[in-house]
């Protein structure tokens, strides 16, 4: 993937902005105001999970190697490029939840029509658009960011490298 959804889980409030932002994103109305009206209510493909001390947004991860991909009995969640997200195929999807098993961080849920497996699409609406996903875009204290992966990985080595040199008694 070119671009990944990062977490700050320091700056996390547990406000879940993200949580509705996503619903409405991928609501019919995309409207805030219509969307807790619409039938069923619209919901998120992000989750808030901690407590009083520590939150953090938990979504799908889009894994190089995606479990769900391989598992799917009938093709249902694909992704079109390895810079692409990994999607499923609402009107695929026949809810035989494998998915569901063999996902490593838990994020794939079964959506409110009680068969079609839903998670995190990384907007990809939005990114059609330009925009970065609705999670990223509504948190208040941006602990979610929209990166390069290539960014994450150069700052991952430098950290690693200023702990290994404050442990070696480097500065």
């Known amino acids: 993937m070119e671009k990944i959804i990062v977490v700050d889980a320091e700056k996390c409030l ?3 902005s993200c949580e509705l932002a996503c619903a409405v994103a991928h609501s019919e109305s995309k409207d805030l105001f219509k969307a ?3 039938i069923p209510v619209p919901q998120s493909r992000v989750t ?3 407590g009083k001390d520590f939150s953090i947004p938990l979504q799908c991860r889009h894994c190089e190697n995606a479990p769900c991909v391989e598992i799917c009995p009938i093709g249902a ?3 079109i490029d390895i810079e692409s997200p990994v999607i499923i195929n609402g009107n695929l ?13 838990g994020v794939i849920d079964i959506g409110h029509k009680g068969r079609v497996s839903i998670k995190c699409d990384m907007c990809i609406e939005r990114l059609k658009e330009g925009k970065s996903p609705a999670c990223v875009s509504a948190c208040p204290t941006k602990a979610l960011s929209f990166i390069p992966l290539k960014e994450l990985t150069e700052e991952r ?5 200023k702990t290994v040199a404050v ?3 480097n500065k």
Do not use: D, H
């Open 77 to 79: 969640i694909e992704r």
């Open 48 to 50: 808030v999970e901690g």
């Open 36 to 38: 807790v009206q619409e």
């Open 167 to 169: 442990r070696q008694g």
């Open 157 to 161: 080595r430098k950290n690693t490298a």
């Open 93 to 105: 999807c026949i809810g035989c939840k494998y998915c569901i098993l063999v996902c490593p961080f």
């Open 14 to 16: 547990g406000c879940r």
